[in-house]
């Protein structure tokens, strides 16, 4: 998922949704615009503190469903504010630097944990939903067609079997997650792909293996 279509996501389409699974390129492309968004308007009150309230419901919301693409509930997004919080707490009521230090690297390491790890059945569903809509291809519509003429259904388009992302024709790796396609031999003579070990081809009869 580009930067863009990161956006689109989280800040029309899912704005305010849980729902579903989010890809690691939609949760740190959207992670990266609030830094940048939040820092540039820092020194401006008003639209800062605006900005932050606006950015509060899709960055829980992306969070969510980034913990649901590994397979986690989405209130284990507190995990790393309980633990930040605790040492805090520890250092102002008992001094304790230690644990003040292990508490807040314990939240931020755990947030880094989530946000790096690979999904769950990539290109597949788990039990909170099908995979992360940037590489959902839609199926083909059947375009109605005059009373008499044949209906022409096309082709669904292929996707990659590990992350789920459409590829063109041709394509010999995934532009996305690098997977490398298995080519499939076709008849020399008129294209049609081999299946099996037939010493002919079926469509066309041409031969294949002396």
Not at 124 to 137: I, L, M, Q, R, T
Not at 142 to 167: D, H, L, R, S
Request: with cysteine; charged share 15%.
């Amino acid at each position: 998922m580009t930067f863009v279509e990161s956006l689109r996501h989280c800040l029309t389409i899912k704005y305010a949704s849980v729902q579903g699974r989010a890809s690691r390129s939609e949760y740190w492309w959207f992670m990266l615009f609030a830094v940048i968004a939040e820092t540039l308007l820092q020194g401006v009150s008003v639209l800062g503190t605006l900005l932050s309230l606006a950015l509060l419901p899709p960055h829980i919301c992306v969070t969510a469903r980034r913990l649901h693409d590994i397979g986690w509930s989405g209130w284990w997004q507190i995990t790393p504010l309980v633990l930040i919080v605790a040492g805090i707490a520890s250092f102002l009521f008992d001094g304790s630097g230690t644990l003040c230090a292990a508490g807040i690297l314990g939240g931020i390491g755990f947030g880094l944990y989530f946000g790096i790890r690979r999904g769950t059945a990539p290109g597949e569903a788990n039990p909170y939903g099908g995979a992360p809509d940037s590489f959902a291809v839609p199926p083909c519509p059947v375009k109605p067609t005059p009373m008499g003429e044949p209906t022409i259904e096309e082709e669904p388009a292929v996707v990659c079997p590990n992350c789920g992302k459409a590829f063109a024709e041709g394509d010999r790796f995934c532009g996305q997650c690098g997977h490398a396609f298995p080519t499939v031999p076709k008849c020399p003579s008129c294209g049609k792909e081999l299946t099996g070990d037939d010493p002919f081809c079926t469509n066309c009869g041409a031969k294949l293996k002396d």
